[in-house]
C-alpha cells in the first residue's frame, strides 16, 4: 500500500466572519448560532492537529458576509497548476467564487471554469483515488451529485482535468456532500458511509476500492467521512472506538479534532481544508 500522494498542503480560512446566516442543509438553523469563540479555538485546535502530522498551511483571508468561506474544501478542483472553482448551487454562497478565484490566480494556478449552466461544488463532491499508474496516467475522480452539485458538470470536469470521473449519486439530504460519505485513506483503502449512496453509486465504491472501512450509521451522522489524511494520520471530528481499532490495525495515527462549532453549519475537518496539491494526472 502506497499513501495518499496528496494531502500534505492544504489551504484554509480562519472563522473570524463564520455563523450561521441562512439555511442550506439540515444541519443548519438560524436560531442555534455557533459561539465564536470556541469556533476559533476548534479551528486552531485542527491546524495544531493537521501542522503536527506534517501538513503545510495556507491561509485565506476571511470575508465579512461569507460565513461558509471557512468551508474550503468547497472552493473548487486543484489539479496541479490548475484550478476549476465551484459552481455554487445556493445563492448564499457564491460570492466566495470571486475570492477563491482571486486567490488561486494570485498563487500562480491557472483558473480554468466550468460551464455556467452547471453546478459543482468542488471538492466536497469530487476526491480523487487510486494510485499513480504509468506516466500520464491519470488518478481516478469520484464525483457525486443531487444536493449540491449536478451530474451534467462531470463530463465538463473531466474533460477540464484529463481525469476519468466515476459519478456517484447522493441520497440522503443529511450528507448532502461526497466529502461526508467517501475519505480515501491510502492507495487501497477508503472509509464509506453506505447510508449516503444509492445502490448504483455502492457498486461504484465497491469495484473502485479494493478494501473498504464501511461506516454504521451512527458513525456516518457524526461525520467521521469528513476527515483529513496527512499521510499515515486521520484526524478526525470524533473516533469511535471500533473505527479507532481498525485504523490502528491498517497503521494509521488517529487524532481527534472536535469541530462540533462547524457542525451546526454541516461541515467538520475536511470541510475546513482544501487540499493544494492534487495533481490528477498521476
Request: proline content about 8%; glycine content about 8%.
Amino acid at each position: 500500500m502506497s499513501e495518499l500522494p496528496w494531502g500534505r498542503r492544504l489551504l484554509m480560512c480562519r472563522p473570524e466572519h463564520f455563523t450561521v446566516l441562512y439555511e442550506i442543509n439540515p444541519w443548519m438553523h438560524t436560531e442555534v448560532r455557533p459561539d465564536p469563540d470556541r469556533a476559533m479555538a476548534q479551528f486552531d485546535g485542527l491546524m495544531a492537529q493537521l501542522l503536527a502530522a506534517g501538513a503545510q498551511i495556507e491561509l485565506m483571508e476571511p470575508v465579512e458576509q461569507l460565513p461558509d468561506l471557512v468551508f474550503t474544501a468547497n472552493a473548487g478542483v486543484v489539479n496541479g497548476r490548475q484550478f476549476v472553482p465551484a459552481r455554487f448551487r445556493h445563492p448564499e454562497r457564491q460570492g466566495e467564487t470571486a475570492h477563491d478565484a482571486a486567490w488561486f490566480t494570485a498563487h500562480g494556478f491557472a483558473v480554468e471554469w466550468l460551464p455556467d449552466d452547471v453546478v459543482h461544488e468542488g471538492a466536497g463532491d469530487a476526491l480523487p483515488f487510486g494510485a499513480p499508474g504509468a506516466p500520464g496516467e491519470p488518478l481516478v475522480l469520484v464525483s457525486a451529485y443531487r444536493f449540491r452539485s449536478d451530474a451534467r458538470s462531470h463530463p465538463a470536469l473531466s474533460m477540464l482535468t484529463g481525469a476519468p470521473v466515476r459519478s456517484v449519486e447522493l441520497t440522503d439530504e443529511r450528507l448532502y456532500h461526497l466529502d461526508l460519505t467517501f475519505c480515501p485513506l491510502d492507495d487501497r483503502r477508503a472509509m464509506v458511509a453506505p447510508l449516503g449512496l444509492d445502490a448504483y453509486g455502492r457498486k461504484v465504491i465497491d469495484a473502485l476500492v479494493p478494501e473498504l472501512l464501511v461506516l454504521e450509521e451512527d458513525e456516518a451522522l457524526a461525520f467521521c467521512a469528513n476527515s483529513v489524511v496527512v499521510g499515515r494520520n486521520v484526524i478526525m471530528p470524533s473516533c469511535p472506538p471500533r473505527l479507532g481499532r481498525i485504523l490502528e490495525s491498517w497503521g494509521f495515527a488517529v487524532a481527534v479534532a472536535p469541530v462540533d462549532e462547524f457542525l451546526m453549519a454541516g461541515g467538520a475537518c475536511r470541510c475546513l481544508t482544501l487540499a493544494l496539491d492534487v495533481d490528477l494526472r498521476g
